[in-house]
């Protein structure tokens, strides 16, 4: 799995678990409406405490015809600002983030590992492109506007897209675009989508929510034992 595969996976982390605060704001075009539904889906997801979800990753490359699948799994705990992915079936790819902000990133085939300190991620390229990739469970307005500014909501039948604008992003970010999926009636954040400046398009579909279920504390420990770890 290469750099781009591993930002995609992450671009479904809740956006409290990691993100460097800076100016936001909204766009100029955001009707009165469609800020009705942003401000919808943010007080839905501030009641979310723990949070375990299934999801559908696809990527889209410019040079392939059919979209590449997996499948995975999230469970997130807002207290403990703890966060765990895998992906594949067998698991292919793992990454935990705890407390400290401290980032896990497994290999399980290979066996391989990568630790990186809380300093460590802000500093690295994957910590620049996670900043601009969390989404999904702001759990305030003022949160959100903080990192992102809000461009545009745009209603698609049941549902609103918003697209979202990483704060202070340079103009030669790898992201071109972000957008969040939100049901229009309940809040409830469907899918998180992806354009990369090099013409990849990576969608992150939730399959199934469940929030505020008790979650298991070693869930977020990382067991490292016959892996080959690199620290940062």
């Keep these: 799995m290469n750099r781009r595969q591993v930002i995609g996976m992450l671009s479904v982390l809740p956006l409290r678990v990691i993100g460097e605060e800076a100016a936001g704001g909204t766009g100029e075009a955001v009707s ?20 375990v979800a299934a999801f559908r990753h696809e990527r889209k490359l410019m040079t392939m ?13 807002a207290e403990r600002g703890a966060f765990r992915l895998e ?27 990568e630790v990186m300190s809380g300093g460590a991620v802000e500093r690295s390229e994957l910590g ?18 903080k990192r992102f500014e809000i461009v545009s909501v745009t209603a698609e039948g049941e549902w609103h897209r918003i697209e979202l604008k990483p704060a202070g992003a340079e103009p030669g970010a790898m992201v071109s675009g ?4 939100v049901e229009t009636a ?8 992806l354009n990369l400046r090099d013409g990849t398009r990576i969608s ?7 929030e505020n279920r008790e979650i298991a504390a070693e869930r977020f420990e990382p067991v ?9």
Aim: glycine share 10%; hydrophobic share 40%.
């Design 87 to 113: 992906s594949g079936d067998p698991v292919k790819f793992v990454a935990v983030v705890r407390g400290s902000g401290e980032l896990t990133v497994m290999f399980p085939e290979k066996k391989e590992a």
């Design 204 to 210: 992150n579909v939730f399959t199934k929510l469940e």
């Design 128 to 145: 620049q492109a996670m900043r601009f990739l969390t989404a999904g469970f702001p759990d305030s307005m003022e949160a959100l506007r």
């Design 186 to 193: 309940t809040g409830t954040p469907g899918a998180v989508h």
């Design 32 to 51: 009165a409406a469609g800020m009705a539904v942003v401000e919808k889906w943010v007080k839905r997801s501030a009641g979310v405490k723990t949070l």
């Design 224 to 232: 490292l034992e016959g892996y080959k770890v690199r620290k940062k």
């Design 65 to 77: 015809r059919k979209p590449l699948e997996s499948a995975g799994k999230l469970w997130y705990a």
């Design 178 to 181: 972000l957008y969040v999926q």
